[in-house]
T-cell receptor, first 112, second 114 residues
Framework: QKEVEQNSGPLSVPEGAIASLNCTYS??????FFWYRQYSGKSPELIMSIYSNGDKEDGRFTAQLNKASQYVSLLIRDSQPSDSATYLCAVPPGAGSYQLTFGKGTKLSVIP | EAGVAQSPRYKIIEKRQSVAFWCNPI?????LYWYQQILGQGPKLLIQFQNNGVVDDSQLPKDRFSAERLKGVDSTLKIQPAKLEDSAVYLCASSPAGKNYGYTFGSGTRLTVV
């Protein structure tokens, strides 16, 4: 069973700070990586994808990938209370697979 | 485009009863997934369809769960008989064939088994 590991949190940050969410995965051949946001009582929503080593920025969100370390992270700059949610890391269980294996998620609370 | 449709939104049943969930994927999406999400955990894949064929059902508890996707469009997931530990949100997701750009989830069905 391919593993995707995340700290369950909760992670609390003050409004305006940078929130850093981390994820490690076990399958070295994984080629694509995704971050989903899940508000309480709602279904997961895709917010970021990253396929190459390095950083990918989209507004206040930056995804960082290090395939050698099997590590992917999500940074949220200028955190807002509306960012309070559970963030799920998702990775395909092998090259060429289209299904996703999810971590348990990290619960983020942004304190006003 | 219309999203992934699921029904019902909520269901409460007694243990040993049966229940069925329905999913209509985004138009044109050949791949359909059913996930189970227990409270406090990440979604866990139950079954993956490509058109009307099963690609992966290795984590589906086949003694009580069944799923079908007739005509490669709508899908139903059935539990019979239900156990207390089946209480969870059942999520359906779809994606275009041959692409891994992530996928879109429906709103889910929250099942409570009492």
């Amino acid at each position: 069973q391919k593993e995707v590991e995340q700290n369950s949190g909760p992670l609390s940050v003050p409004e305006g700070a940078i929130a850093s969410l981390n994820c490690t995965y076990s399958d070295r051949v994984s080629q694509s990586f995704f971050w989903y946001r899940q508000y309480s009582g709602k279904s997961p929503e895709l917010i970021m994808s990253i396929y190459s080593n390095g950083d990918k920025e989209d507004g206040r969100f930056t995804a960082q990938l290090n395939k050698a370390s099997q590590y992917v992270s999500l940074l949220i700059r200028d955190s807002q209370p509306s960012d309070s949610a559970t963030y799920l890391c998702a990775v395909p269980p092998g090259a060429g697979s289209y299904q996703l294996t999810f971590g348990k998620g990290t619960k983020l609370s942004v304190i006003p | 485009e219309a999203g992934v449709a699921q029904s019902p939104r909520y269901k409460i049943i007694e243990k040993r009863q049966s229940v069925a969930f329905w999913c209509n994927p985004i138009s044109g999406h050949a791949t359909l997934y059913w996930y189970q999400q227990i409270l406090g955990q990440g979604p866990k894949l139950l079954i993956q369809f490509q058109n009307n064929g099963v690609v992966d059902d290795s984590q589906l508890p086949k003694d009580r769960f069944s799923a079908e996707r007739l005509k490669g469009v709508d899908s139903t997931l059935k539990i019979q008989p239900a156990k207390l530990e089946d209480s969870a949100v059942y999520l359906c997701a779809s994606s275009p064939a041959g692409k891994n750009y992530g996928y879109t989830f429906g709103s889910g069905t929250r099942l409570t088994v009492v």
